[in-house]
């Protein structure tokens, strides 16, 4: 099944101050494993070099529709090798001209000669912006189903605050990657709990342990961009909400079971991804406690198993079960999905995958065991999500 990481991006950019974030926009599309070919206009040049964009792509930027070693036919051989033609920025100016089907330089013939998606983050002034003659081009280029990325709103390179600034690099390295996603989830709802729990000792200590929850997080957004309704239930992190999932923000792992119960009857897949405290505090303090030269002794009690739970309700979604283990992963992750009957656990060893970017799952589902290549931790998200839209598929 083809991921979005093996796309062929043409990345066109347009005469506006925004043009500088192209540079950190195509290094990340690149950083995601696309093939990125630059093309710009005259205007953009004003604002970046082709240089740049060369030694960040490696490839030749291209800038003219003569350009002798295409044959004059650079905007058919560009829009045909591409997966997408993404223009960022997209100024008033090329805006206009894409809703009326010109066509007088490289990057606008290509874009009318395409026959792949056409996506544009506009970026310019409030007032272009919100002219009615913008207005009515983005309106027609939304009928002729262009995808539009933003604007943003925010202070402006001219001084002025309002809508009209290009969304920022990362953002859009994002909202092209789940555009380009076939929606194999589409209809389908994940409920997935991340990160560490909390458990209170007394009003400012508790025990808690290191995930960062980048791997849920990894899988909501993944699971996003196959078009699946998210619901996050979250432990404390550091972490941005991924845009578009229901993020239900909870402390301690009786929140997080509360949580779990309120939702699981409406989701189709449950992944319990969250390090969750296997105990907790017999009585907590509500106030500190004192400090004193005796030695101080704590009652933990065992805290309910939330996948367990899950995994047992007479319905059950497909769920899948995470273990992180600092030995003897096959066996361990085997003896946890065994014992709460899981079609499919995903096994990492701790002190690997805990806080870091990047990961290396192994699969175990009743076939045996699939190993993941390490990689960052979303490919790691994709790659598990499609090894769950197959099992499922065999299901039905
Ligand atoms: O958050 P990161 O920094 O990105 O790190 C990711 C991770 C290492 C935390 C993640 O990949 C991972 O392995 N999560 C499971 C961590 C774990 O401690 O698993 P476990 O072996 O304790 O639990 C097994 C399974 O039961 C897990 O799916 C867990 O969510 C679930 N569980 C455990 C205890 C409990 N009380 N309720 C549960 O639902």
């Known amino acids: 099944m083809e991921q979005t990481n093996s796309k062929r991006i043409v990345l066109g950019l347009t005469g506006g101050i925004a043009a500088y974030k192209a540079a950190e926009l195509a290094r990340l599309l690149i950083k995601q494993g696309m093939e990125v070919q630059v093309a710009m ?41 591409a997966d997408a033609i993404v223009i960022a ?30 996506i544009i983050a506009p970026a310019m002034n409030r007032q272009m912006w919100e002219h009615p003659a913008t207005q009515r081009n983005i309106a027609q280029l939304k009928a002729d189903g262009v995808t539009i990325l933003g604007p943003d709103s925010g202070l402006q390179a001219c001084g002025e605050e309002g809508m009209g600034r290009m969304l920022e690099a990362e953002q859009l390295a994002h909202d092209i990657a789940a555009s380009l996603q076939p929606k194999f989830l589409a209809g389908t709802k994940i409920l997935l709990t991340a990160g560490p729990t909390y458990e209170a000792i007394d009003a400012v200590r508790g025990i808690t342990n290191r995930s960062s929850g980048k791997m849920g997080y990894a ?16 432990g404390p992190t550091a972490l941005s909400c991924p845009q578009g999932a229901q993020v239900v923000n909870v402390s301690s792992a009786a929140d997080m079971f509360e949580a779990v119960k309120q939702h699981v009857a409406a989701s189709d897949i449950f992944i319990g ?56 992963l096959k066996e361990y992750a085997e003896q946890k999905r065994r014992a709460k009957k899981l079609p499919l656990l995903a096994a990492n060893l ?32 994709r790659a598990l999500l499609q090894h769950i839209i197959k099992l499922r598929g065999k299901q039905s």
């Open 41 to 81: 206009t005259e205007a953009a040049r004003h604002f970046i070099t082709p240089a740049t964009l060369q030694a960040l792509t490696g490839k030749a930027v291209l800038t003219s529709q003569w350009d002798e070693a295409q044959n004059g036919m650079a905007h058919i051989n560009l829009s045909r090798a």
């Open 89 to 118: 920025p997209a100024t008033a100016d090329f805006i206009a001209k894409l809703a009326h089907g010109q066509a007088n330089d490289l990057l606008s013939t290509m874009c009318l000669a395409r026959n792949c998606p056409l």
């Open 350 to 381: 701790a002190q690997q995958a805990i806080g870091a970017d990047d990961n290396e799952l192994v699969l175990f589902d009743d076939a045996g065991e699939h190993k993941l290549p390490s990689s960052n931790k979303l490919t790691q998200a």
């Open 219 to 234: 899988i909501a957004q993944a699971a996003l961009e196959l078009g699946a309704q998210v619901t996050l239930v979250s």
């Open 273 to 328: 991804v969250a390090a969750v405290a296997d105990y907790r505090v017999a009585q907590s303090s509500a106030q500190k406690i004192k400090k004193s030269d005796a030695n101080l002794t704590l009652e933990l009690v065992p805290n309910p198993d939330i996948l367990a739970y899950v995994a047992a309700l007479p319905r059950p979604p497909f769920c899948v079960g995470f273990a992180a283990e600092s030995e003897n």
